[in-house]
């Protein structure tokens, strides 16, 4: 691969970025494969095939940068987006059901976790890097799927001793949908779907 490719398939990964902070990372990475070009005599293409791949790259940057649900008007719509049921489990993990259209992906999902009753914020995230990795919170897996909707069982991994609860974010279809546990068809953010400990 060219450098030229391999700048222009990272750049188009790193899509979440600022302008200014994308042309930053492109141009350390630019410089990064110019020394390996220069300091080991490499040709262009040995230069970019011994870096790790673009995908691989900008999912690490993509972790580390903070997500915050757009100022775009939400819409509480249980009928797209929801919370379905959610409990404490003997061993004291937490448990809880998301609802999502089939095709929307959990990577288009940003979840908010909340540490006590009245929603106040402990991170947020992709709902994708929250399940996915080492250091995933929660574990994931496919429920269940009909008339539509896919039902995505959350349970944590170690959370909360106090308790915890989340919020759910999706832009959908050019719509802007969330789950917060407020009245249906609300624009106001609710304090978030609870348990306690």
């Given at each position: 691969m060219s450098?030229?490719?391999?700048?222009?398939?990272l750049s188009v990964k790193l899509d979440k970025l600022s302008d200014d902070d994308r042309k930053e990372y492109l141009e350390f990475f630019s410089e990064l494969i110019d020394d390996k070009i220069e300091e080991d005599g490499a040709d262009e293409n040995a230069a970019v095939n011994a870096m790790?791949?673009?995908e691989?790259?900008?999912?690490?940057?993509?972790?580390?940068i903070p997500i915050e649900p757009d100022d775009a008007p939400y819409l509480e719509d249980h009928s797209v987006i929801d919370c379905t049921n959610r409990y404490r489990m003997k061993d004291g993990r937490?448990?809880?059901t998301v609802k999502l259209p089939e095709d929307a992906a959990i990577k288009d999902v940003i979840?908010?976790?909340?540490?006590?009753?009245?929603?106040t914020r402990r991170m947020c995230t992709n709902l994708l890097y929250l399940t996915d990795g080492a250091d995933a919170k929660f574990s994931i897996r496919?429920?269940?799927?009909?008339?539509?909707?896919?039902?995505?069982?959350?349970?944590?991994?170690?959370?909360?001793?106090?308790?915890?609860?989340?919020r759910l974010y999706l832009c959908y279809n050019g719509k802007y949908y969330m789950a917060?546990?407020?009245?249906?068809?609300?624009?106001?953010?609710?304090n978030g779907y609870w348990l306690s400990a």
């Open positions: 450098k030229a490719d391999f700048i222009n398939e790790d791949s673009a691989s790259i900008a999912e690490t940057i993509n972790r580390a937490f448990n809880f979840i908010e976790i909340t540490g006590d009753y009245s929603g496919t429920e269940n799927a009909y008339d539509g909707f896919v039902y995505y069982e959350l349970t944590t991994g170690h959370f909360a001793d106090s308790g915890m609860g989340l917060t546990d407020t009245a249906n068809r609300s624009a106001q953010r609710g």
